[in-house]
RNA sequence: GGGCGGUUAGUCGAGUGGUUAAGAUGCCUCCCUUUCACGGAGGAGACCAGGGGUUCGAUCCCCCUACCGCCUACCA
């Protein structure tokens, strides 16, 4: 088993998420950049984030800017990445605009950090490959590659590139390209034998190199794929330990064997586990995921909907320490029984070793019940702070609300934090404090004001006439008039409270009740008194 | 079809050649409370995927099977 420390590990810990610009950043995703976040500054080292755009007909307007701006939300930033004159570099049209405010002004030593920005470095390589033999040019053509597929199929045989120009020679093949005939690279995997990988979590496999096949190093416009690409920017960019998502796996020997024909030295190779969905299936942008930032456009055959995906943080009112702290626990754990953790404790806890090699499911259940652990943990101010953008999008609360606005929501706010279980809870948790009169259920107004009739209205009178004489307005002395009232009608416990707070907030539930009325202010109190009066006279 | 990976309650998961197999979530009950939520106390829920071995003894070690997943592109 490989050494996973880093004082058996003789260069500086390195790690690196490398997302394509295909969509937006989701939650699966999202665990595995964590976790390579995780391992940098576990050992004092550096996170990188490289975009692999060499599928340039794949990229999304507006997936770059929705990764970093996620990522910043998060609190996992990047210490070496896309900064501000990398990204202005770029095809505003391809990659959509980048408000420069998000990036930083120096993006690293070993940038550039976009693989379209890279390619002289590749053709370096590929030249090299090329000129050693470890690599060849290839001159079948997309539809020929298929047909051949296709027969293979037919066949149920699994297909497996002939090789036909293996052994061409190169001066004849660059004589065929000069006259312009397309070509892709391809690389020379071993022809039979046993190929070792080791990875830092499974150990090592053997692989019969029989049954993989010679594959394409530089495409036929001029890019390198993935396998290619990741490599050398693993390479040059000092990466120490290259953690991936366990799709990686089936293409490790290829990796490791393209390293090996480069010279260089194996980097630790770490799979972690995927993040599955309730169905079991892997989670991604196309099965299940929902963005961390939205609202996002939908990506269907390839084209942009008008089904914006609302975003976990923004929009249905996660908080990222919440998200990070429980997507940390999917493929991880710390050993004990230790769950809420702050990322500080996470990052102390944290161990490479302890990554488990089995699929977890993303619990949304789980996640609800953490991120109100963490909502209740939350400072008042912290709260109310984040909560109010929420009141803004439900329109409860105007967009440039003056300070009494503020401070009646605040308090309202407040008052529920304890229920909030999501962020965007707060508007349904808290609209009836803001209307004139509340919105009045049919089932409360049935259960609590019709059912007393005549005298829960003058139940309900003597309770205004009792609180329009209160002096001063605040909790203790409204529960003593209400309460007082109650005691002269024979009321108490529910009989006491119910019919006024579904007079004075339309439902059953809430905070309590005396608090509520405090806080909705006297006037406010007495004009839903007035009117619960007439509908318990029907 | 082939290759690879995985398998401890619904879910997340700890764990060890001998344990009553942690804990959490979800569910149920009770307590607290004006209600809901929070909090507190309990409860149900696992033949440790199945079958073979090895062993005095296997959830743990080995083999086989099943199931699930991933890959099988001039995508990443």
């Known amino acids: 088993?490989?050494?996973?420390?880093?004082?058996?590990?003789?260069?500086?810990?390195?790690?690196?998420?490398?997302?394509?610009?295909?969509?937006?950043?989701?939650?699966?995703?999202?665990?595995?950049?964590?976790?390579?976040?995780?391992?940098?500054?576990?050992?004092?080292?550096?996170?990188?984030?490289r975009v692999e755009d060499t599928d340039q007909a794949r990229v999304v307007p507006g997936s770059l800017e929705s990764l970093i701006r996620s990522m910043q939300a998060l609190g996992i930033m990047y210490d070496e990445g896309p900064d501000k004159s990398s990204v202005a570099a770029l095809d505003v049209q391809k990659y959509g605009a980048v408000d420069p405010s998000i990036l930083p002004d120096f993006d690293g030593e070993y940038g550039p950090y976009f693989q379209s920005q890279r390619l002289t470095r590749y053709s370096e390589v590929l030249e090299q490959l090329l000129e050693e033999?470890?690599?060849?040019?290839?001159?079948?053509?997309?539809?020929e590659l298929d047909a051949q597929r296709a027969v293979a199929m037919a066949r149920k045989i699994p297909f497996l590139y002939n090789?036909?120009?293996?052994?061409?020679?190169?001066?004849?093949?660059?004589?065929?390209?000069?006259?312009?005939?397309?070509?892709?690279?391809?690389?020379?995997?071993?022809?039979?034998?046993?190929?070792?990988?080791?990875d830092a979590l499974r150990g090592e496999t053997i692989w019969d190199a029989t049954t993989m096949d010679d594959f394409i190093i530089q495409k036929s416009d001029g890019f390198p794929p993935y396998h290619l690409a990741a490599i050398v920017d693993d390479h040059d960019m000092l990466i120490s330990h290259v953690l991936r998502g366990e799709e990686w796996i089936p293409s490790f020997p290829k990796h490791v064997c393209l390293v090996q024909a480069l010279g260089w030295e194996q980097p630790i190779w770490i799979h972690a586990p995927s993040v599955l969905g309730t169905d079991k299936k892997k989670l991604s942008k196309r099965h299940g995921a929902k963005p961390l930032i939205g609202p996002v456009p939908e990506l269907k055959d390839g084209e942009l909907t008008g089904d914006f995906l609302s975003g976990l943080i923004n929009q249905e009112g996660y908080l990222?320490?919440?998200?990070?702290?429980?997507?940390?626990?999917?493929?991880?754990?710390?050993?004990?029984?230790?769950?809420?953790?702050?990322?500080?404790?996470?990052?102390?806890?944290?161990?490479?070793?302890?990554?488990?090699?089995?699929?977890?499911?993303?619990?949304?259940?789980?996640?609800?019940?953490?991120?109100?652990?963490?909502?209740?943990?939350?400072?008042?101010?912290?709260?109310?702070?984040?909560?109010?953008?929420?009141?803004?999008?439900?329109?409860?609360?105007?967009?440039?609300?003056?300070?009494?606005?503020?401070?009646?929501?605040?308090?309202?706010?407040?008052?529920?934090?304890?229920?909030?279980?999501?962020?965007?809870?707060?508007s349904a948790l808290t609209d009836f404090f803001f209307p004139e009169l509340p919105v009045y259920s049919e089932k409360s107004v049935a259960n609590w004001l019709r059912k007393g009739g005549m005298t829960t209205a003058a139940y309900l009178s003597a309770v205004a006439s009792s609180l329009s004489n209160i002096e001063p307005w605040n909790e203790t002395v409204v529960e003593q008039a209400v309460r007082n009232t109650g005691i002269e009608f024979n009321r108490e416990k529910g009989e006491l409270t119910h019919p006024v707070r579904v007079a004075v907030t339309g439902r059953e539930t809430g905070p309590g009740l005396f608090e509520t009325i405090a806080a909705m202010g006297k006037k406010r109190t007495l004009t839903r008194l007035a009117h619960a009066v007439e509908l318990a006279r029907g």
């Open 1 to 49: 088993m490989t050494e996973l420390t880093s004082d058996s590990f003789d260069r500086p810990v390195r790690t690196r998420f490398a997302p394509s610009p295909t969509g937006f950043l989701h939650v699966g995703a999202f665990r595995t950049a964590l976790f390579s976040w995780l391992v940098a500054k576990k050992f004092g080292g550096q996170f990188i984030l």
């Open 133 to 143: 033999g470890k690599a060849y040019y290839a001159f079948e053509t997309q539809e």
């Open 163 to 198: 090789r036909r120009y293996r052994d061409f020679s190169l001066g004849e093949s660059r004589d065929r390209i000069a006259r312009g005939e397309p070509a892709v690279i391809r690389f020379k995997m071993p022809v039979s034998g046993p190929i070792r990988t080791v």
């Open 320 to 426: 990222p320490e919440a998200l990070v702290n429980f997507l940390a626990l999917i493929g991880w754990s710390p050993g004990d029984d230790r769950e809420v953790m702050p990322l500080s404790e996470l990052l102390s806890a944290f161990s490479v070793e302890a990554i488990s090699t089995a699929p977890g499911i993303f619990d949304a259940d789980k996640l609800l019940w953490m991120n109100g652990v963490y909502i209740r943990n939350l400072s008042r101010e912290d709260f109310v702070q984040r909560a109010l953008p929420f009141l803004q999008n439900a329109k409860l609360l105007p967009d440039n609300p003056n300070i009494e606005e503020v401070t009646y929501a605040s308090v309202a706010l407040e008052l529920e934090q304890e229920r909030v279980k999501r962020l965007d809870e707060v």
